[in-house]
């Protein structure tokens, strides 16, 4: 059951002082037996999301590759089985059989085996940050869509009320103009602004509508706003100095799939470099033959059975070798690039989102003191105006002002935890 925000500030709590419990979006919910809580949300989306499904499979795609790689170490084993028939008939021997085995093993190919294996696992390395960044990023999107329903809702009820404090007033100056006191325009201008209101509430409402769709979009769960009990808005956030957040964006999962990313080129690079060394390898062969189908049925068979150590090296090939490893180092100084921008990019964005928090910390305060002089104002004006000394502009005013104040109270905080959830994501701290 939701407080009215009107309510939050009467004349013997305002010299108390308002607690953000009580101000944060003037609305409070009561508890269920089962509360859904921001944190139970980002998990709902982290582990339905088909994204992150994905980038699970790629990182298994890359411990395939290392697999796959490190069979390279393993000997291989080949067979060739033939059966020939010749049509040539001066040919004395017509159909014969062949078989060939050999078992080869790769005992040096410049360093090539060892220097993948390593850019590989960085290459794996890169796509588990890359999950962690996702998963950040998914939490930190439900964590703004939380605030979202929650200011849609504090909105809707400012609407509300503001109605129905204009409806309240309507059938006060009804009455007002059937026994003269008031004139038939003063009443044409609280309808106004009355209707006015009414399409704001069903606008505010539409809003709400829309965020509850979004966030169960987001975490792939039927949402209901009454299982919410918003306890973390219940106060201020804790913050840490700007220094933890620069030092904690210096090490994000982004930073670190760069880094990571990067090692794998240069690992890359120097298994490039392989192609200017001979590769040596050792290979024991078994060979059979025999002048019909099956063996042993022919009139001539033969066998043989050889162990070679054989080496091979490229002398030259158009300077291909080069220009590859050329363009690698390319690749590497392109990420490095990318690296540096970044590092830029985020030591900004802390300080933008910083000085943010520190202005809408102010703004809240400050809005804060504004609802309680703007519902004493009301309080005054309907007193004058029962005592004929207010005019109806004034009333309408009076509810403007009130209102006006505490949309600003709203948009404060909204802004402020918004602020809070930015240096979360950029110290990946969710």
Known sequence: MSHLCHHLYTKTNMKRTITIVSCIFFVFFSHTLFALTLEDLQNAAVQNRKLIEKYRIQISQQETALKMNNSRYWPTLDIDYSLTKSDKHHSRISQYTEFESILSYSLFSGFDHYFQKHALDRLKNSKTFELNSMVQDIKYIVSANYLHLFDSKSLLTVAEDEFNLLKKRYHDAQNRHKVGIIKKN????????????????????????????????????????????????????????????????????????LEQLIASEEMNVQ????????????????????????????????????????????????????????????????????????????????????????????????????????????????????????????????????????????????????????????????
């Open 186 to 257: 003063d009443l044409l201008k609280i309808q106004v602004e009355m209707d006015h209101a009414e399409q704001q509430r069903d606008k505010a409402s539409a809003a709400f509508d829309k965020n509850l769709d979004e966030i169960a979009y987001e975490t792939g769960m039927t949402i209901d706003f009454d299982e919410m009990p918003f306890n973390e808005f219940k106060a201020l956030p804790e913050t840490k100095d700007r220094v933890f957040y620069l030092s904690r964006a210096a090490r994000r999962n982004e930073i670190k799939t």
């Open 271 to 430: 298994s490039l470099h392989s192609k200017y060394y001979p590769s040596i390898d050792l290979a024991a062969e078994y060979y059979r033959y025999d002048d019909d189908y099956f063996f042993g049925a022919g009139e001539h068979e033969e066998q043989d059975i050889r162990l070679k150590l054989s080496m091979k090296m490229n002398l030259f090939n158009g300077f291909k070798d080069y220009h590859s490893i050329l363009s690698k180092k390319m690749d590497v100084n392109r990420l490095k690039c990318d690296l540096e921008e970044l590092n830029n990019k985020l030591a900004n964005e802390v300080d933008k989102t910083f000085s943010d928090y520190n202005v809408s910390v102010k703004n809240l305060k400050v809005s804060q003191k504004s609802i309680a002089q703007a519902e004493e104002n009301l309080r005054i004006t309907d007193m004058s105006f029962n005592q004929g000394l207010a005019t109806t502009a004034d009333i309408l005013d009076a509810i403007y002002y009130l209102s006006r104040a505490k949309y600003n109270y709203i948009y404060a905080g909204g802004e402020l935890f918004l602020n809070y959830y930015k240096l979360t994501r950029l110290a990946d701290d969710f």
